[in-house]
C-alpha cells in the first residue's frame, strides 16, 4: 500500500520506517525542518520519500496521523481533501504539557476527530505502545507470541487496513469494536506512558498485555 505519515516525530519516523520496511510505499510528511523527512526516507531503506502533508494524502490507500492534538487541525488542512480516505490515528487528544486528557471519559479524540472530519474513515491505533518498543517488536514479528495491540473504527474495511498494518509491525491486533472504545483505550494510553516510564519494568512492561484475547 502507499501511505501518507501525518507526522514524523517519535511515532510517525518509527511507524513509517517500519512500513516501509514491512514493503510499503511511505511518504513522510509534516516536521519543522524537511531535511529531518529527507533523512528518515533515505534511513527507512525502503520504498520512502519526504514530501509535504498534501504530497503523503495525495493516492495514498492509508494515513498515519501522529501529530500532538494542538496540531491536528493544522496537518488536516494542509492534507487538503481527505474524503474517503482511511485514517489511522495515533494522536491522543492531550493538553499543551501533555499531562491530560483533553477529551475523556465520556467521548474520545477519536470521537471528535470523527465528528469534525465525518468523510475519513478513522481508526484508533498504536497510541496504545510507546514508541520506544516498536522496532523490538518489528525485529522480533517472526517470534509465534506476538504482543496485543487493540484498535477500533466505525468502518470495517478500514480497520481491516489498520489490522493488516499491526500486523506488519510485529503486533497481534485485537478488534476493539466501534470507535467509541477508544474513550477507554485513550485513557488506557496514560496507563501504558506511566509504566513505561515512570515505572520500574521500562517501555517494555507497557506493552506486554499480551494474548488476553485468546482462548485458552
Ligand atoms: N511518543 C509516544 O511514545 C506516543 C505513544 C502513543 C501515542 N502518542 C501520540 O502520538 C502523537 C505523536 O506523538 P510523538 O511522540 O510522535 O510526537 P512528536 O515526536 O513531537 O512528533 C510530532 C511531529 O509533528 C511535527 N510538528 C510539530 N509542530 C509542527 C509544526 N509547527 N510544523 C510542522 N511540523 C510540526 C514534529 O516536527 P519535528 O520533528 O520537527 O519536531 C514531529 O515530526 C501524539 O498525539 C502523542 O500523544 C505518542
Redesign the pocket.
Known amino acids: 500500500m502507499r501511505i501518507g505519515i501525518l507526522?514524523?516525530?517519535?511515532?510517525?519516523?518509527k511507524l513509517g520506517t517500519l512500513f516501509a520496511r514491512a514493503g510499503h510505499e511511505v511518504v513522510f510528511s509534516?516536521?519543522?525542518?524537511h531535511k529531518?523527512l529527507e533523512k528518515l526516507a533515505r534511513d527507512a531503506k525502503g520504498d520512502a520519500r519526504a514530501g509535504t502533508p498534501a504530497e503523503a494524502a495525495q493516492d495514498a490507500d492509508a494515513l498515519l496521523l501522529?501529530?500532538?492534538?494542538s496540531?491536528v487541525d493544522?496537518?488536516l488542512k494542509q492534507a487538503g481533501d481527505l474524503s474517503g480516505k482511511v485514517m489511522v490515528s495515533?494522536?491522543?487528544p492531550?493538553n499543551a504539557d501533555?499531562t491530560e486528557l483533553v477529551v475523556a471519559h465520556t467521548s474520545s479524540g477519536s470521537e471528535e476527530l470523527a465528528s469534525r472530519f465525518p468523510k475519513i474513515r478513522l481508526v484508533s491505533a498504536?497510541?496504545?505502545?510507546?514508541?520506544?518498543v516498536l522496532f523490538s517488536v518489528f525485529e522480533a514479528r517472526a517470534q509465534p507470541a506476538r504482543p496485543s495491540l487493540v484498535y477500533c473504527g466505525d468502518d470495517l474495511p478500514a480497520r481491516k487496513v489498520a489490522a493488516g498494518l499491526i500486523r506488519d509491525v510485529g503486533f497481534d491486533p485485537v478488534d476493539a469494536g466501534p470507535l467509541r472504545t477508544a474513550r477507554y483505550t485513550e485513557p488506557f494510553?496514560l496507563l501504558?506512558?506511566r509504566l513505561?516510564y515512570e515505572g520500574e519494568g521500562g517501555p517494555e512492561l507497557a506493552y506486554r498485555f499480551e494474548r488476553f484475547d485468546r482462548p485458552r
Open positions: 507526522g514524523s516525530g517519535l511515532m510517525g519516523g509534516y516536521a519543522r525542518n529531518k501522529a501529530v500532538h492534538w496540531r493544522d496537518v495515533c494522536s491522543l492531550m501533555d498504536f497510541n496504545t505502545v510507546p514508541s520506544e494510553a501504558i506512558a513505561a
